[in-house]
Structure formats: C-alpha cells, structure tokens
C-alpha cells in the first residue's frame, strides 16, 4: 500500500469537520458534479446521462448492477471473468491475487443473487485511511497495535505495518481458540472484529483465558444488537464499542467519540426512501469508487434515523442503529393483506420474555417461526406468548412456531433475526 496515499486521506478527513449541514451539503455538490462528469465520460451505462443531474439517473440495485456488470464498470472487466476469478480467490483463500490490477471481491449476501465487486488498490488505500481518521486516538504519530479478525486477505495469519502502526489479520474460518490464544499473547490497542468474534473473544476474557485491554473495539459486518453490545463493553471494560457499517458498495457510517453512528455523508451522498416515520432504505450514491461506480444504487438494509444533535456536533445523519436487511422483515397473513413486521419487535418477543444470550429467530418460507434457544418449557410458554401478543397489537395470523436447541454456524454471518425464504401471502 502506499503511505504517502494512506497519509493524506487520513489528513485529509481528519480535519474534515462539518458542523453546518449547508456547508457539507454544498460539498456533496461540488463532489457529485465531478464524479458524475468522469463516470458518465468511463462508463458506457452511463454515458446518456452526460450533463444531467443526479435525480435523473436511473436508482438501480444489485440485480440490475451485476446484469450491467460489463458496461457499469470503468476498468473493462466482464462479469464471468469477475466472478471466475472471485470464486477462485474464495476457494483457494488466497486473496492477494488481482485481476488486471484490481481486487475483485465476491458479495453473497443473504439475499439470492451472487454479485462481484471491483475495488481499486487506490481506493483500498483510501478507506485505510479513512479508518485510520476516525478512530486513532492518539494520532498517526502514536504507536499502536491493530487485530483485524476478518476473512482473512490469506490462509496464513499476517503481520504488516509500519514503525507505529502494526496490523495483525486473523482469519475468522480458521480456529477460533487458536486465533484468541494469539491475540492473548500479541495484545491489541485496537480490536476489529464482527460481533460473533467480539462475543467469543469476550467470552475468553470473562474465562480468565486471556487478558487483553484494547483502548478501542471496533464492530464490523455484521448488526451488533444492543444485548451484545452490553455485554461486550462490560468483558472489554470500555464504555463505547465502535461501529463501522461497510459493506462492498462502501463504508456507509462509522460512530463518533460518543458512539453514534454517523452517515459518512463526506464521501457518500445518501438518499433516504422511507418505510415509516424513521426507519428509511438507503440509496447511496459514493463520490470516491471510480472503477466500479456506484451510482444512486439501493441497499437492502433498512436503517433507523436518530433525531436530534449529537454532542459531537457532526451534521452528518446520525443513526439508531442498523435495523437489518429488509430481506429479513418478517411477513405474515393478515385480516385483508400481508403485515411486515421489522426485525427489531420480533427480537423484543425474546428480550421481553427473560433474560436469553444466545438465540436466532427464523421465519421460512412457510411463515413458521424456529426459535434456536436453550430454554426450558416455561421460558418456552413466555416466548410465545408475546409472540400472540405481537401477533393481536398487529392484525396478523400467528403460524407455527417451533424451538430448536441453539446452533450457530460460525461460517456464517451471525444474525439475531432472520427471514430464509419467500413469505407469499
Ligand atoms: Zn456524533
């Protein structure tokens, strides 16, 4: 990676502060205009649009995105050897390979269709530097010590970095105890890893197995619920655990020093389609990916508003929280049509009934709920009890629902709540 690169953006958006909403507006502006000059000159799915404003492209997902693959992307990059490639890179677990001097990365998801994504080494050294900005406290200058669990960029266990600045990348799909046996020796000032790891690294703490003390714990990938997320500050003994919500379109929101998230409306421009008064499906539109743009493309998370002004003073939107997919709304038979119901009051049916660590809820495509839980039959009676309450406060027909012994597939992103088929009502 380039320093130099690395250095600057991380100048650069460390002392970016924008306090007035007009201001940071007028540079969303200023930044859409060039972006869309030099993707409606690269790329040949949007070179109709030359000269026309935002609102007059087409919003698109990723359906249409990988249909368009070829003709979307700048670099001349068609979508079978991307995905050839990108499924190679998988089986192998090597990562370093590039395609023409690109990282093609692959996007499950949840939802059905694969998707490739195209990210420049350039761009790669952006987004370091845009981490680095927000979350070193002492500066570049200090001395810090970073683990990064994450499907990792190889097999092997990896150490890189600079005088200051260390990096160690753990691979999640290799064995966990092994990976915080190692942490317990290396130490972090600094802890990047999904809520599943977090837990399990917290869990070793709790044990007494290891003894770490990052100054700083970032989430990543996956939603951190407010229930993990108590718990997880209390085993790190650190009062904010940070978030950073990624996913392959870019780095949507990061928290402040306060622990809210914020849109990083700096290097994204946001536009908000909403489902009730604060819940909205973000379409965004991001002014730094140049090989593969991404143009008014919409999510499928939903996210949540938080009203009023942070303490930090940001006047980037700043967030309740990350709701889920909107692929993982419940959907069920009512009086006269389907009723949705969100992720968030399907989990409450859980937090309301007692105190449960580890569950997961998941509706099929029958509508039948499994409830994974080590609970016994009276917990068994509370659960579904306020799920028929839920059921009448919302009109809706309560189907079947079954209780399964807890299970957890570590390859796998971890979520609370879950919808794994198509509800047709
Ligand atoms: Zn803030």
Request: hydrophobic share 35%.
């Amino acid at each position: 990676m380039s320093k130099l690169r690395i250095l600057f953006t991380y100048l650069r958006f460390r002392h970016r502060r924008f306090s007035d909403r007009q201001k940071l507006e007028a540079y969303q502006q200023k930044k859409l205009k060039k972006h869309l000059a030099f993707v409606t000159e690269k790329s040949e799915f949007y070179r109709k649009y030359k000269g026309h404003r935002l609102k007059d492209f087409p919003i698109i997902d990723k359906g249409i995105m990988m249909e368009n693959f070829d003709t979307i992307n700048t670099v001349g990059i068609n979508k079978d050897e991307a995905l050839e490639f990108a499924v190679n890179a998988e089986r192998t677990r090597e990562f370093d390979d590039k395609l023409k001097n690109i990282t093609v990365g692959l996007s499950s998801g949840t939802s059905h269709s694969r998707g490739a994504f195209l990210v420049e080494k350039t761009e790669t050294e952006k987004w370091a530097g845009f981490v680095l900005a927000k979350f070193l406290s002492h500066g570049i200058l200090g001395k810090y010590r970073v683990a990064f669990f994450m499907r990792a960029n190889s097999n092997l266990y990896q150490s890189v970095g600079s005088n200051n600045i260390r990096f160690e990348f753990y691979d999640i799909y290799a064995d966990m105890d092994k990976n915080i046996e190692k942490l317990g020796k290396n130490g972090a000032d600094i802890l990047v890893a999904q809520p599943s790891a977090l837990l399990m690294i917290a869990a070793a703490i709790d044990k007494k197995k290891i003894d770490i003390h990052p100054e700083t714990v970032i989430s990543i990938a996956e939603v951190l619920e407010k229930e993990d997320e108590e718990r997880i500050k209390k085993s790190f003994g650190v009062s904010v655990i940070h978030q950073v919500y990624q996913c392959t379109e870019g780095c949507l929101a990061a928290t402040c020093k306060y622990g809210t998230l914020h849109l990083n409306e700096d290097i994204v421009f946001i536009e908000k389609e909403y489902v009730d008064e604060k819940r909205f499906i973000p379409i965004i539109t991001d002014f730094e990916r140049t090989s593969q743009p991404i143009i008014r493309y919409r999510l499928n998370d939903v996210l949540v508003e938080k009203k009023g002004k942070c303490p930090c003073g940001s006047s980037c939107t700043a967030l309740e929280k990350i709701e889920g997919r909107e692929d993982d709304i419940f959907i069920f038979h009512g009086d006269e049509k389907e009723v949705k119901i969100f992720p968030d009051f399907i989990r409450r049916c859980i937090l309301f009934a007692g105190n449960i660590r580890d569950y997961r809820i998941v509706q099929q495509a029958d509508e039948s709920i499994i409830i994974y839980a080590d609970v016994d039959e009276q917990m068994k009676e509370k659960i579904t009890s306020e799920f028929k309450k839920l059921a009448e406060d919302d009109h809706f027909e309560l189907p079947k629902i079954r209780f399964e012994k807890y299970i957890y597939d570590k390859n796998r992103k971890l979520k609370r709540v879950e919808r794994t088929g198509d509800v047709k009502v």
